[in-house]
């Protein structure tokens, strides 16, 4: 069994910053990549920002200059850095974690339960 736990979200005003954290713990043996996702009231989930596990990153162009990912201080952790936050990044945000796990070492993709932001204008 993989956990994956987000934390981090809030309320916040617009021009604001929040940092999101992203904690995988369980069987695995390696992490391919980390991502953040979110989806808004009425929308699809979106690629918010990726993280490879040979250094690079993905962004959504909607993010690109205010977003930043960045691997964690403990093992298969990751965090989001947010900055000038604005009305239009509310949304529950999705931590994915892909790895190699189990028994014969086969990938895996598991999400965690999604930590709400909320940007106030």
């Known amino acids: 069994q993989v956990q994956v736990v987000e934390s981090g979200g809030g309320l916040v005003q617009t021009g604001g910053s929040l940092r999101l954290s992203c904690a995988a713990s369980?069987?695995?043996?390696?992490?391919?990549?980390m991502g953040w996702y979110r989806q808004a009231p009425g929308k699809q989930r979106e690629l918010v920002a990726s993280?490879?596990?040979?250094?690079?990153?993905k962004y959504a162009d909607s993010v690109k200059g205010r977003f930043t990912i960045s691997p964690g201080s403990t093992k298969n952790t990751v965090y989001l850095q947010m900055n000038s936050l604005k009305p239009e990044d509310t949304a529950v945000y999705y931590c994915?974690?892909?790895?190699?796990?189990?028994?014969?070492?086969?990938?895996?993709?598991?999400w965690g339960q999604g930590t709400q932001v909320t940007v106030s204008s």
């Open positions: 369980g069987s695995i043996f390696s992490i391919n990549s």
């Open positions: 994915n974690i892909d790895y190699m796990g189990g028994t014969y070492y086969s990938a895996f993709s598991s």
């Open positions: 993280f490879a596990s040979g250094g690079s990153t």
